[in-house]
């Protein structure tokens, strides 16, 4: 049997490394200059825990915003804990390194994103979406569109 080196896997664990030590500069809860992070993850991946309120709000993804109010920010080897407020509700997150999709801090310009981990809970899904469907799902989507261009440096 022929082993190969899986460099696409390499570089997301130097991408989690990189996220991992980006959190270590503020643990004390306080972001150096003008920096905030975008951290996009999968709430399906297996040890993601956030509560169920926000689960069912965020059935497959989530962003989180790591700016002015976060606290309790607790950074370990495969995962980080931290408390946000959500609709003026503290909430405790854990979330494991792999199921983070993307990662971005916008006053530096730099953005990474993750190579699909393969997780072994799969949701099914029809394949093809009734009319109806597609037009709840855009009504339902509508209020969760972040545009980035607004904190753009341009």
């Known amino acids: 049997m022929t082993k190969i080196i899986d460099y696409d896997q390499l570089l997301n664990d130097l991408r989690y490394d990189l996220v991992r030590k980006s959190l270590l500069y503020i643990e004390n809860d306080q972001l150096p200059g003008e920096h905030f992070f975008y951290i996009n993850f999968s ?3 297996p040890n993601v825990k956030i509560s169920p309120r926000l689960l069912e709000r965020h059935p497959d993804e989530m962003t989180i915003v790591v700016q002015y109010q976060f606290s309790n920010l607790l950074v370990k080897e495969d995962y980080f804990r931290i408390t946000l407020y959500f609709d003026g509700l503290e909430e405790t997150m854990e979330i494991p390194y792999k199921s983070l ?42 209020g969760n569109v972040v545009m980035l261009d607004n904190f753009r440096n341009k």
Do not use: E, H, V, Y
């Open 43 to 45: 709430t399906s991946f």
């Open 101 to 142: 999709l993307s990662f971005a801090d916008p006053s530096s310009k730099f953005g990474i994103r993750f190579k699909k981990t393969k997780s072994p809970i799969t949701k099914q899904k029809s394949k093809i979406p009734s009319k109806k469907t597609k037009a709840s799902a855009s009504k339902s989507n509508a």
